[in-house]
Nanobody, 118 residues
Framework: QVQLVESGGGLVQAGGSLRLSCAAS????????MGWFRQAPGKERELVAS???????DYVDSVKGRFTISRVNAKNTVYLQMNSLKLEDTAVYYC????????????WGQGTQVTVSS
């Protein structure tokens, strides 16, 4: 059974940094695109950053220059380095996995809370 397990969330002051990790199991990880999503209270889930199987990346405009997504296929893990955090980055962060044949994400993690305080 495929599992995605996020870790690294927590409470941080504005301007600080956090690194999220998402470890995948029972998945041909290197063949999947991976994404980090977030959902704030009362808002829809949004795709924050994605990385394809070739290492190409994409970001939502609000995090460009502050967040970096990366992957280590040998560890079946995708990371999200978050710098210069803002209050509006507060959300539950989820990782997702998408096969090349899917239009949407096939698998999801349980989420990790990121809270940015002033």
């Amino acid at each position: 059974q495929v599992q995605l397990v996020e870790s690294g969330g927590g409470l941080v002051q504005a301007g600080g940094s956090l690194r999220l990790s998402c470890a995948a199991s029972e998945l041909p990880f290197s063949m999947y695109a991976m994404g980090w999503f977030r959902q704030a209270p009362g808002k829809e889930r949004e795709l924050v950053a994605s990385i394809n199987s070739g290492g190409g990346t994409d970001y939502v405009d609000s995090v460009k220059g502050r967040f970096t997504i990366s992957r280590v296929n040998a560890k079946n893990t995708v990371y999200l380095q978050m710098n210069s955090l803002k209050l509006e980055d507060t959300a539950v962060y989820y990782c997702g996995a998408r096969s090349r044949w899917s239009s949407g994400y096939d698998y999801w993690g349980q989420g990790t809370q990121v809270t940015v305080s002033s």
